[in-house]
Each structure stands twice: as C-alpha cells, then as structure tokens.
C-alpha cells in the first residue's frame, strides 16, 4: 500500500466494515490485492442483526480460510417450525443435505462471527482497516478513482476500484447516483436479543398468530433472539419501553422479568434493489446493492455471495488475468439472484404476517392441505423453494458452436463433498481445488483431454488440475503427472453428481460456480469459449511461480479453517 505523505494509493477501497467488507477484504487479501477498508463508525455493529448462516456461506469463509474460527459461533443443522395461533405446526423446514460441504441452515451470533472476519485480515501486511473514517467525497478519472475520507484524521485516496458495502443508507450509491428501486413495509418489529436462554431448545420458530406475529430464534452461546411486530397504534416509544418487551415475553417465558437483555432495536423491513450494481470503478455489494425481509435469513447470506461472486472477479482484473469487461458479469449474475431472494423473503412475510383472522384461517387451511401431499412437504422440509444461483449469462460459456443443453449443469455451484488424495485423507474437495480456477475431469487424463494448448492457457491462470477417480484407482500410477492432483472420490458422491450429466470435464471459477462443462472431445473449445467469455488473459498479470501456482494454498484439512453462510 503506497503512500506519499498526503494520500494513500490502493488497489481496492471498500467502503463499510460491515461483513460484506470484511468478507471481500479477506477475498482480496489472499490474492494479494492491495485493500483499504473504511468504517465511519469506531467498532464493529453490535446491534441485532443476522441470525442465520446458510451452506454457502459457509463454504465462503471456508474458501478465505475461517470457517474453523466461525464454526464456534453458530448452531448447525437448525430446525425451523411455523406454528398458528394455538401453537400448532403449519410447516418445518430441517434440510437434511449438505451437498456443498456445511449443513443448509446454521444458527450463528453476528458480532462474533464478524469479529472473525476482521481478525482474517491480520494475515495481509497490503489490507488496512481505518475507523472513524466516513468516505465524504468520491469522482472517477481516467487513472482510478479518486477519494477522501473525513474524520479527525482526513486520508486522500487514490483506488483503482471502490465498493460500496455500506449498508441499506449507503453513501457509496449515492455517489453514483444509482436509484434504490422498491418498497419499505408499513410494519415495524422489535427485535430483542437475551442471554442464557430462557428456553433452552436448539431450533427456532416463527408464530403466524394473528394477534401478533412472532419470531423466537436459538443462536449460539445460550443466546435467544424474539422478534416480535409493532402495531400500527403502538409507537416506537412505547415498543422500546422495558414493560412492553415484558409484555411480549410474557407469552413465551414463564418470567419474564428475570432475563438479561443483550441488545435490541426497532426494524422496518425493506424490499430495494439497486438500479445498477456497477458504475465505472465504483460497484455496490450487501445492503448497499439490495435489501430485503428477515423471513428467510437471506440478507447476510445474499451479502456473502456478492462478495464471492465480486472477489475473484476483482482481482483476476487487478493481477492482468482478465479484463476489465469481467466486472460486466458481476451486475448480469447477482441481480437476477438477489431479486428472486427479495421476492421470496416479502411473499414469506406476506404469508406470516396477517392479523386479520379470517385471511390467517384461510392461510392456515391452505398450508396443512398442501402439507398432506408427499412432494409438497418435501418441498418446504428440503427448502427446494430456495432460489439457487443459476448463471445463464454473465462469467459462463458453452462449447464454441454447441447449443446449451437443457440440464446443463453450466452457471451452477458444483458439489462438495468429502475425497481422500494421495497425501490426504477425508478432506473438503476445496480445500484440494485450492481458492482460483480448477478443471476437473472424470475418468481422464486433465493435459490429454484439454490439449497441449488449452492446459498451457489454464496453468498460466493459476489454475488447478484435478483427475477424479472412484477410489480403488487411488492408488494407480499410470496417468501421473506433476502438475495434476489425482482425487478419490470417497463417498461416491462425485460419481452420483457424474451420473447425473453427460458433461465429463468441469471448469470452476473461484466461486465455486460452474463457468462452463462438457463432455471429455470438446473440452478445447469449451476452454477457447470460456477464455474469451471470461475476458481472461492467460498470457498476461504475474504468476506467482514459474508454475502458475496460487497464492494461497489451503493446508491440510486437520488444520485448515472453514466457515459458514449468513442470513437475514
């Protein structure tokens, strides 16, 4: 990080310490992309906010190395029940899956989990976090942009990039002059967090009562978060009066004058989208980017995908790997995803939140006849109702003159799960892929298959090989080669996913996102599609080694890191 006496030159200025920063920062930090994180506040937030981790989060903080440093802080596989006004269950939700390597739901403490992604940060001498420094002016030139931070210590600064993760009142998109398009409820909730839980359960529940809607939520370290909605009579002094929150505990504890609050606050919920993600080198991720209803703990997750989806994107740019045209896909990808998040938390919260009864009977009659059906119970126990990213546009491609497949698994998060190599046994299939590019092949030779050309142009990228076998092949010799991990796959669970597509040859961004798939005889021009479509440049940036190696090698599984998802 340079600096002249008068300002600072960076790669990346991220604007907001919130968990999106701090999650993009460490993206950055590990690909040795110079960051300066700004906070206008003096600490962390410690004030009620997410509650639930989903699997894809967590295989984020896996790939920046902390999922072990957040698994602490969270509560896996936890049940969520919906009951009606006289306590009976509606609906359950206990996926029971965890394709992607981490269970589907996980209960989790924000400030603490945030706290360990701040700490990741200790690890790069190139990424400096600066408190009480509010971004007051901002203007894009043809050499970066170009920003001062107030404060009482003012710092000029000069970044080749700035994002936005500065939550739902964010400065950054107003610099860009990017409109904030949707809606904000009428209705308010008072969310109150209270130490050693006076329930004690592990799961959690939503009460569609038409008196007053609740939520009662277990999270981790004997912690007990209720939300429960305001009245439209009921003004926001009356709701933060401590005899009300008494009044509402009341109907869930048996004393409930004897807890110990944490913390609480009055929320209105927000369904918002930003008119662009992208403006030039400014860009927005998190709140800043879109907002939505608590319902189905997706907002901290939804923050943790863009960072993933921005990360690798960033600094394939920074580092001369691909083009600036990359950061085009950003706004072409998350948006279709964050929008079909936003219109199932408000549809959720439509359907918890009458208080009028006749409509909360009818709600009621609907959901327990749908429950009878088999396949529709299924669906809402297995959470199949969530939007899973599917990229059909953006960082993916498709053979050179071959039609999309339907069923193509292209634009998709591929699987993770548990493999034994050479050296290693039981592990994470990431942590063998590594945090950057990686081509995989079924029942092949990676060099043989791709060509001398193709294997050339993906080494210069810094990406991984990896030949999958069924795992009596473990052991064989034959196909060695220096520059490809051979992987066993130990459950079956790789074979089961090859079963299931023709397509043989699997290229993987660092998100895990399946940038495009085939089958073993077109995967050279599969390669030459994705180069151009990615606006990758294999001949130029730097290798960190004369092999193209990555910067950041993920260590063994007994003593990596790993981590979890965010919500709401």
């Not at 048996?254 to 807890?259: A, T």
């Not at 009864?357 to 429950?371: K, L, Q």
């Not at 479509?533 to 063994?556: F, H, I, K, N």
Request: hydrophobic content about 40%.
């Amino acid at each position: 990080m340079a600096g002249d006496g008068h300002g600072t030159d960076v790669d990346v200025l991220v604007v907001g310490a919130g968990p999106v920063g701090l999650t993009l920062a460490n993206i950055l930090g590990l690909q040795g992309v110079r960051t300066l994180v700004a906070e206008e506040r003096a600490t962390l937030i410690d004030y009620p906010r997410g509650v639930g981790l989903d699997d894809e989060g967590l295989r984020t903080f896996q790939s920046i190395g902390l999922v072990e440093h957040v698994l602490p802080h969270t509560v896996p596989n936890q049940i969520l029940r919906f009951y009606d006004a006289k306590r009976r269950v509606l609906a359950e939700m206990a996926p029971p899956d965890s394709r992607f390597g981490w269970p589907k739901r996980n209960g989790f403490v924000q400030p603490l989990v945030d706290a360990e992604l701040l700490r990741g940060l200790d690890r790069f001498g190139h990424v400096e976090v600066r408190w009480n420094s509010p971004m007051v002016r901002c203007a894009q030139a043809d050499d970066g942009v170009h920003a001062e931070l107030g404060g009482a210590n003012p710092l000029a600064v000069r970044a080749r990039y700035v994002v936005g993760c500065d939550g739902g009142r964010s400065v950054t998109r107003g610099m860009m002059g990017v409109s904030f398009d949707g809606t904000t409820s009428p209705t308010r909730w008072l969310v109150v967090d209270i130490a050693n839980d006076p329930l004690g359960h592990p799961n959690s529940e939503v009460g569609a009562d038409p008196e007053r809607p609740y939520a009662s939520i277990s999270i981790a370290h004997g912690i007990r978060r209720f939300e429960f909605m305001i009245h439209a009579e009921e003004t926001d002094e009356q709701a933060e009066d401590p005899a009300f929150l008494r009044q509402m505990l009341a109907r869930m504890v048996p004393y409930p004058d004897r807890v110990e609050v944490i913390r609480r606050r009055v929320y209105t919920h927000h369904s918002r989208i930003a008119g662009n993600f992208r403006n030039g080198r400014m860009l927005l991720a998190g709140d800043a980017a879109h907002l939505m209803p608590v319902w189905q703990g997706q907002g901290y997750n939804s923050g943790i995908r863009d960072a993933a989806n921005l990360g690798w994107k960033l600094s394939a740019v920074i580092r001369g790997k691909a083009a600036e045209a990359l950061l085009d896909t950003y706004d072409v990808e998350r948006r279709k995803h964050a929008r079909a998040m936003i219109d199932l938390s408000t549809m959720v919260g439509r359907v918890i939140s009458p208080t009028n009864r006749r409509v909360a009977r009818a709600r009621d009659a609907v959901i327990r006849s749908a429950s009878i059906v088999p396949s529709l119970k299924r669906y809402v126990l297995e959470m199949r109702f969530k939007p899973m990213p599917r990229y059909e546009q953006g960082a993916v491609a498709h053979p050179a003159g071959a039609a999309p497949r339907p069923g193509s698994p292209t634009g998709t998060l591929f699987v993770q799960p548990r493999v034994d190599t050479r050296t290693q046994r039981d592990v994470l299939l990431d942590d063998v892929l590594g945090n950057w590019f990686a081509v995989l092949c079924w029942n092949n030779d990676p060099r043989k298959i791709l060509g001398e050309r193709a294997f050339a142009d993906w080494k210069a990228l810094g990406a991984r090989f990896v030949a999958l076998r069924p795992l009596t092949q473990l052991g064989w010799t034959g196909q060695d080669d220096a520059d490809v991990v051979i992987v066993g796959d130990r459950g079956g669970h790789l074979k089961a996913w090859f079963d299931q597509h023709e397509e043989s040859v699997v290229f993987l961004r660092p998100d895990r996102c399946i940038a495009g798939a085939c089958i073993a005889q077109r995967s050279a021009e599969l390669s030459a599609a994705l180069i151009d479509a990615l606006s990758l440049t294999p001949e130029g940036g730097e290798s960190d080694s004369a092999t193209g190696s990555l910067l950041y090698v993920p260590q063994p599984a007994a003593e990596s890191t790993g981590a979890a998802a965010g919500s709401a």
